[in-house]
C-alpha cells in the first residue's frame, strides 16, 4: 500500500478529528499532497492541498479556517486538522499523492490515492 489514510471516526459538531496519510518517500517526498472527499450521492471533491516543500496550502473555501494541512517530509505523513466539524463535513475522506510538486485541486492530477477513511459528524 502507498499510501494509507486513517483517523476518522464518529464526532459531533463542533468537534476535532486529525487525519493522517502516511505515504512513502519514493512517491510522496517531492510530491505535492492533497485531500479529497466524497459524500453520498455527491462528486469527489478538493478539500486541501500542500505543495512539496509544505510552504504553500490551498483550501476549499467552505473549509477554510476549520481545516489545516500540514506534511512531515521526514516521516513520511501528511496530516488534515479538522476542527468546528459540521454535519456537512461528513463524508469519505481520501488522500492523494499529486504527479507535481504542486497540489492542483483538479483530483485528475493526482496519481497515487489512499483508501479513504470515513469522517461521520452527527448533529
Known amino acids: 500500500v502507498q499510501l494509507q489514510a486513517s483517523g476518522g471516526g464518529l464526532v459531533q459538531a463542533g468537534g476535532s478529528l486529525r487525519l493522517s496519510c502516511a505515504c512513502s518517500?519514493?512517491?510522496?517526498?517531492?510530491?505535492?499532497m492533497g485531500w479529497f472527499r466524497q459524500a453520498p450521492g455527491k462528486e469527489r471533491e478538493f478539500v486541501a492541498g500542500i505543495n512539496w516543500s509544505g510552504a504553500s496550502t490551498t483550501y476549499l473555501d467552505s473549509v477554510k479556517g476549520r481545516f489545516t494541512i500540514s506534511r512531515d517530509r521526514a516521516a513520511g505523513t501528511v496530516y488534515l486538522q479538522m476542527s468546528s466539524l459540521k454535519v456537512e463535513d461528513t463524508a469519505v475522506y481520501y488522500c492523494?499523492?499529486?504527479?507535481?510538486?504542486?497540489?492542483?485541486?483538479?483530483?485528475?492530477?493526482?496519481?497515487?490515492w489512499g483508501q479513504g477513511t470515513q469522517v461521520t459528524v452527527s448533529s
Open positions: 492523494a499523492a499529486s504527479r507535481t510538486a504542486y497540489s492542483p485541486t483538479d483530483d485528475s492530477q493526482y496519481s497515487s
Open positions: 518517500r519514493r512517491i510522496c517526498s517531492n510530491n505535492g
